[in-house]
Each structure stands twice: as C-alpha cells, then as structure tokens.
C-alpha cells in the first residue's frame, strides 16, 4: 500500500499565520503600526492600525483584506517577498522601530538590506534583534476564533484573519499528478530564426523535471517538448511577432 504525502498548507493559510505572526511578534502597545508587504516585483501595500482605549489595534478590514491577498499570492510565487512591520512609539511618529523578514525563510533583513523599506527616522532593529523571527511558513501561528483569542487585533480583523486562513478546500487532500496538452515557451539566443529553430531541434522531446508554482500554489513538475518543426514564432527580443514586418 502507498502512503499518501504529507497534506500541503494552503497559501491562504500561510499568508494569514505570516501576517499575525508579524503582528504578534513586535507589538507592545505602540499607538500606531504598519505592516507592509513588499514584493519581488518592487509593488508593496501597507496597512497603518492605531491603538484603541481597548488596547487593540485597529486596521481596517478591507485593507487587512488586500494584503492577505498580496501575501497569499506571495507565498505561492514569490517566496522572497518581505513583510515589514513599523511601530511608532509616540503618538507624533517622531520614533519608531521597524522589522522586516522574508517571507519563504521568516529571516530578518539585516538593516542594510531593509533601510530602503523605511522612512530615516525608523530605528532598525532586525538584524540587532535574530531571535525576532517569523520561522517561516512552519510552525504555523493558529489563526482560528479560538487561536486569535489572545491577539491585540480588533475582532473584525480577526474575523477577517480567521476567514482567510481557513479557505474552503477538499476534504482529502492528496498530491495528483496530471499530465495535459500545452504550450512552452523557449527563449532562444541565436543569430536569426533560422538557427534558433535549428537550436531548438537539439532539444526537442526532451524532458525537463521543474519545480514551478503557481498562484494557486499548485507545482508544475515535468515538462516534455514538443516537435520543433511545429513551434510558433511568438517574439523577437520582445516585439510580438504580429508586430514585426
């Protein structure tokens, strides 16, 4: 009998643990806090809360919504976005701590790689605090009603948290292999087209193991090419090819 794999964590279910981990892992009180995801890409959103007389701390709900979003998509694709996080200590933002760590490793940027995510007035303390760690996507922080319980957050953040940490799934879940018809794209550097069709003749049939993940989370593993004679021309350094007399 085979046993089936380990069930994966779902990216909705890291990016929620990820957000609350940073959360939790600096807060003590401070009147305002913002937490920022800053992709590859160089796009970033960030969320600001202010402290509540109920000692919470208050995000809106829909921008809490958004950057879950952005971290979800994150940990699927783009495993060296960073998550930062600002606490002022006064209520006039004159100072304030920051953090920021790696989303696929929880590592903290050391302040030289990080001073471009902050304003100057920002105290740095990443790399002067390593055991302030999110420890990657594993152990997982428990973004349950119940796990949220002791959590400085706002119950509507909570709530919101909660709903996006436990994304409807199946209830087996078992790692499938499926194989169907496609397209890829090789990228060829050669002196015309004739001799990059040539170059792609070498290779055709061949079959190439990868590890490439979706949005979705999903891995694409083995990938098998096609006859040569049959590929279409798609560009030339970058201009379609419907664009090119």
């Known amino acids: 009998m085979t046993t089936a794999p380990a069930p994966t964590v779902a990216p909705e279910t890291v990016a929620a643990a990820l957000f609350v981990g940073a959360f939790n892992s600096v807060f003590e009180d401070d009147p305002r806090m913002t937490i920022a995801v800053h992709l590859t890409t160089g ?37 060296r976005t960073v998550i930062a996080v600002t606490a002022d200590r006064d209520d006039e933002g004159e100072s304030a701590h920051g953090w920021a760590w790696f989303i696929d490793t929880g590592d903290p940027l050391p302040a030289s790689a990080a001073s471009s995510l902050f304003p100057d007035h ?44 436990e994304p409807e799934r199946p209830a087996a879940r078992h790692r499938f292999a499926l194989r169907l ?33 979706t949005r979705d989370g999903h891995v694409i593993g083995h990938i098998t090419l096609g006859e040569a004679d049959g590929a279409e021309l798609v560009s030339v350094d970058g201009v379609p090819a419907d664009e090119i007399d």
């Open 122 to 165: 920002v105290e740095l303390l990443g790399a002067e605090q390593p055991w302030v760690t999110l420890k990657g996507p594993q152990p997982l922080v428990d973004t349950s009603a119940e796990g949220l319980s002791a959590t400085a957050l706002s119950d509507d953040v909570k709530a919101v948290v909660t709903a996006h940490g």
């Open 43 to 79: 796009s970033s959103l960030a969320v600001t809360g202010r402290l509540g007389d109920d000692y919470h701390m208050h995000f809106s709900p829909a921008e809490v919504s958004a950057a879950l979003d952005w971290l979800t998509r994150a940990v699927a694709a783009d495993g």
């Open 181 to 213: 018809d496609g397209t890829v794209t090789v990228h060829v550097d050669a002196a015309d087209e004739s001799a990059a069709r040539d170059a792609l003749e070498v290779i055709e049939y061949e079959d190439f193991d990868v590890d490439l993940r």
